[in-house]
């Protein structure tokens, strides 16, 4: 179940390929961010063995990796994570507002997973947005100037994008 | 208008673009460095700029090129330091998503010049989009002969990969960014042996920031001496500032490094001054890390001259009055924003990012962020503003990294000049927590100009 396909392998052969002989432990962190896109946005004991496998590593190399990192999620997370910045630039501009509002809105706390399994709230630390604050990412992008009603229409745009891959 | 030498382009339309930025007269300095320069010769204009690393710390690039070492078969690298973490900095990230060919170029000059042919860029992991820019670009510079194999016919290989980070403030520190790059923890390493000798893969490496790898085009094009003629003193060429916090214009500016510390927050081709009609309250002008500066010891020091946005000039008065240029990440403070929850989010920050080799560092962020939760909801005791004192005192300068520093300053600034800001959250604690804002007296001796 656990394995790459011949697409996410070619990925996984061009990563290793940027080091040279010898050094693919270096392309650990791009490989488990590719595991984690790969295998349902975390990463299981069960994938990171078969990563471990992949790059010739013992286990627990990857292990201590996987923990030390904020990025890499040890847990199963929402299909939607919004990532809100809470350090001392977004806080000046109201992201406290905000975090509440989103908890408020979906019914969580940080760190909780509405439990359709649809959204995870986070809190971060700066994410390099200070000057469009408030800011959270989601997935790959950056929302920044965010205000409740900039909410509202992420939280929607979720739902619809959810319902249209269904 | 200032003098613009990275951002100058910024604005053009498709800037992005290869042809666009090679049509506006880049890689120029990719031409005139392999073909009329040699390695030394690039050295020494980077020498004579004055150039300074741009990621915090300052250290005169050109000095720091001409320490690598160079044993006999041994590869050397260049990294480019992209983690940008800093609380308060986000000009990185502006540089290499509007003009990522302006990056690649400076790259292979600086390539060139200390004879790697394999180049990584480190970047923060959140900045996942942009890592496409950046590859996108690479692609682009490679098929037109600029990178790969013999470029311009000059013998010279190069290429340059992009390695994503994984979220670790720590990483940005060199010798974790190298271990990370190495597919490990992000534990910084003891110094010596210092990357310059044994760097990634124990090879001769040198790590230098974006902004200050961007800054070696306009040196090569201009030539070291006429950069230097730009700026004051030691502060020579431009200076990116992301400007953050409640102004009116946050956002990236290129500034020559003559302009008051007044003009840049007031006037309107900066910051435009203070958002919704409050005043100046305080700064920290050079990311999380640097002491903040209440308003008064901000625009002028501490013997009442004018304050400029320059290295010396921010740091006249030490840390006793005055603060650092750092990163350039600019946070401004009004004067209802409360210090001590600013504090509190560094210290969580800190706490949050402590790589927990030592124990000063570990354990005594974790103490600072307790304390200053305690005071800033309202369960905080006088003795509390010592204690937090005597911890931060015994984190400075007794770890492997500056971390321990970096998380250490801001609460000492922060109860240097700000300390009956602490006592009145002691002493009010209900009001503190209903107002959640500090002392707004601050603003009162500040002079606002109309
Ligand atoms: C905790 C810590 C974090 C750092 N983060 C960064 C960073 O994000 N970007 C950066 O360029 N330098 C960062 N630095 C400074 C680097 O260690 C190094 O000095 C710098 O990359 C050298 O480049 P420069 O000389 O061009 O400034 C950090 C240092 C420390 C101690
Ligand atoms: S000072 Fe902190 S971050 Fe630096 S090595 Fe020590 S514990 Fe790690
Ligand atoms: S403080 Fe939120 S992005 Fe920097």
Redesign the pocket.
Known sequence: MTKFNDTQLQEFNRLVARYPEGKQKSALLPVLHLAQESFGGWLSSETMDYVAELLQLNPIEVYEVATFYSMYNLKPVGKYMFEV???????LRG?DNIIAYIGEKLGIKPGETTPDGMFTLKTV??????GY???MQLGKHFREHLTKDKVDAIIAECRSSAAANN | MGVKLLLEKAQVAGIRSYDVYRREGGYRSVEKALKTMGPEAIVEEVKKSGLRGRGGAGFPAGMKWSFIAKPEGVPRHLVCNADESE??T?KDRYLMEFLPHLLIEGLIVSSFALGSNDTYIYIRGEYAWIVDILEAAIGEAKANGWLGKNILGTGFDCNIHVQRGAGAYICGEETALIESLEGKRGNPRIKPPFPAVQGLWMRPTVVNNVETLAAVVPIINMGGEEYAKIGVGKSTGTKLISA?GNIKKPGVYEIDMTISVEEFIFSDEYCGGIANGKRLKACIPGGSSVPILPANLLLKTAKGETRYMNYESLSDGGFATGSMMGSGGFIVLDEEQCVVKNTLTFARFYRHESCGQCSPCREGTGWMEKILKNIEYGKGKTSDIDLLWDIQRKIEGNTICPLGDAAAWPVAAAIRHFRDEFEWHVKNPEESQKRNYGLAHYADAIHVPA
């Open positions: 910045c809470q350090t001392g630039p977004c806080m992201s630390e700066c994410l390099g947005a200070c604050a408030p800011m | 609380p308060g986000f953050c």
